[in-house]
């Protein structure tokens, strides 16, 4: 006969449970640290930089445009020349990158 029966294996009680948990509990620490925190502080600095913009700082938008900030306006824009006598509105977050920072005005 090459049928044996089949034995119910035994819990070992509530170990178990701690020890099937522990692993969740450490991925989720892994990708905070490797994914969740370096994104939040990435936003930050891109915050951070948008609020200091100010005029005749050299940007580069999303898009790839390429500008000199000509007049930066209240309600989350920007002006942008982009060429001589061509000027864009802009949306601050819209800005990638800060080329050529100028130097705050001496009061």
């Known amino acids: 006969m090459f049928v044996t029966p089949a034995y119910a294996q035994s819990a070992a009680g509530g170990v178990a449970g701690f020890g099937s948990l522990l692993p969740l509990v450490l991925i989720f620490a892994i990708m905070y640290f490797l994914l969740?925190?370096?994104?939040?502080r990435k936003a930050k600095e891109h915050k951070q930089?948008?609020?200091n913009l100010r005029k005749g700082d050299q940007v580069v938008t999303q898009g790839g445009?390429?500008?000199k900030v000509t007049k930066?306006?209240?309600d989350n824009e920007i002006e942008v020349e982009i060429a001589t006598g061509v000027k864009i509105r802009v949306v601050q977050t819209t800005v990638a990158a800060v080329l050529n920072k100028t130097e705050p005005a001496n009061k």
């Open 36 to 40: 969740i925190r370096p994104q939040q």
């Open 49 to 51: 930089m948008v609020e």
């Open 65 to 67: 445009i390429i500008g």
């Open 72 to 74: 930066v306006k209240e």
